[in-house]
Each structure stands twice: as structure tokens, then as C-alpha cells.
């Protein structure tokens, strides 16, 4: 199984289900969350949620996933984690992921994404994982530094977003680099 259900010492890592549209909706129009996601607008109606929701259910076949975190002491979802562009030929995919500001600065983040990164080279045999992320998310590429990534430089004008193009820096952690 390339993207089993995980479980860290206060949250569960879990494969997306039909319900979970009205989090994902809640979610996914939140202007803080969606601050630095410039390749999609932030979502306006539930069929988006169902759209999203439809494209990461049953992952096994594909070469993407998400999981929705959940924090097992509530049993509410936080955000989500996942990987995409998973390229098996190369061992190679891009991790991405997204919290909910109520749960910002609490190190959830860092528990979900260092059980994804373990599940990712234990489970899909990735050597190489990659990050995106914009310039100005400074929370963002402090995160996977502590991770252990590195920076490999600025891809220019990554994307075009409501008129303007963003540059991004690119992360990788290979699996002889990674932290344990």
C-alpha cells in the first residue's frame, strides 16, 4: 500500500472520504490558508470541495494523494498533507500541504509532514521529494528546512495568479539526506 492511514502521537493522518466536503469547503475558502496557494482560487461552493474530493479518493492507482490530518483529541480535521507529480520511473514526488490557522504554531505541521516524508520514502520508494513554495510564505520553507530540506534556488514566474506571476523557492530532500 503506497499511502496507508498514519498515526503520530496526536494526530491521524487519513485518506480523503465523501464527507469531509463541508471541511474541505470551510477549509479551502479560507483566506489564510489559501494566502500563498497561487495556483487556485480560494473555493466558493461545495462542488469544488466534491471536485477535489472525487480526484484524491482511492489514491493507490494514482500518482497522487492527500490526507486529511485529523487531531485525534478532538477527532476535528486541521488541514492536509499529500503528495503529487509522483513520478515512479524517477522515485520522485512533491510533497504539499495546508493547516488551518487555529492550529498554526503548535507543531502539528511538523508531526504530520515528518510522518508523510517517512511514508514517502519507506512506502512510494521515493529518493527524491520536492517542495514548492512561494517567496513570502516564510512559516512555509522555515518548516522544511527544520525538516531537512534544502533549497535548490527559485523557479521564476511559477505560476500566474489573478494576473501576476509568482516566483517560488524549490526544496528537495533525498532519502540519503533525510532526518530520522
Known sequence: MFFPDLSTDRLLLRGVRESDST???R???DVDVCRYLYDAEPYTTIDEAEELIRLFIDPEGKTLNRWIIVEKAS???TGTCGFSLWDKENNRAEIGYDLSPAYWSRGY???ALTAAIASGFENMALNRMEAIIALENVASFRLVEKLGFQREGVLRDRHLFRGTYYDHYLYSLLARDRIR
Open 75 to 77: 477527532n476535528e480535521p
Open 109 to 111: 505541521m511538523t508531526e
Open 27 to 29: 477549509h479551502l475558502s
Open 23 to 25: 471541511f474541505l469547503l
